[in-house]
């Protein structure tokens, strides 16, 4: 494995070069997108002229039954901002930006979100999720993993 400065060296010079044919990531945690972190994500996807990967990962309930037997109803309508995310979606997708709408669902959603990096090979991912609907100590966990183990370039919404 290569360390991480080189593995972000690599990842610049990618995108630096237009030879990356990876997607950009804009991942959120079961919230709405920030709108600092929506700009950031179309913008990369407009100059890379790649699509977008939106990424709303959501907590996977311990409920064992529900898990078994309704996998995809596990999470309540309540508990995610599906139809802001799917917003954001559009916005993009209006823009000619082939978009593709992910809800990952999982008991470590930022531990996904990295796995979903290296899957794909993206060139940046966006962390960014609207930081009113979120506590600051989550955020701030789920930044320093994000910061420490994407394979790529990585972006955070601005800690207010």
């Known amino acids: 494995m290569l360390p991480l400065l080189e ?4 990842a610049a010079r990618a995108v630096r070069d ?11 945690l079961s919230v709405r997108v920030a709108p600092d972190a929506e700009r ?3 913008d990369t ?9 939106l990424a709303n990962m959501l907590v996977l309930p311990p409920y064992p039954l529900t898990v078994m037997l309704a996998r995809e109803c596990a999470t309540l309508p309540h508990e995610e901002d599906l139809e802001a995310v799917r917003a ?3 916005r993009a997708a209006a823009l000619g930006i082939r978009t593709q709408l992910l809800r990952v669902s999982s008991p470590r959603p930022v531990t996904a979100l990295i796995e979903l990096a290296h899957e ?7 962390f960014g999720p609207d930081r009113s609907r979120i506590s600051a100590r989550r955020f701030r966990s789920a930044a320093k993993v994000v ?3 994407a394979p790529c370039l990585v972006w955070v919404a601005a800690d207010d």
């Open 7 to 10: 593995r972000r060296r690599s």
């Open 45 to 53: 996807a407009l100059e890379l002229g790649a699509g977008l990967i």
């Open 147 to 149: 910061r420490r183990d």
């Open 40 to 42: 950031m994500a179309i």
């Open 120 to 126: 794909h090979a993206v060139a940046v991912l966006v």
């Open 18 to 28: 237009g030879s990356s044919r990876s997607r950009p990531v804009l991942g959120t």
């Open 88 to 90: 954001t979606a559009d």
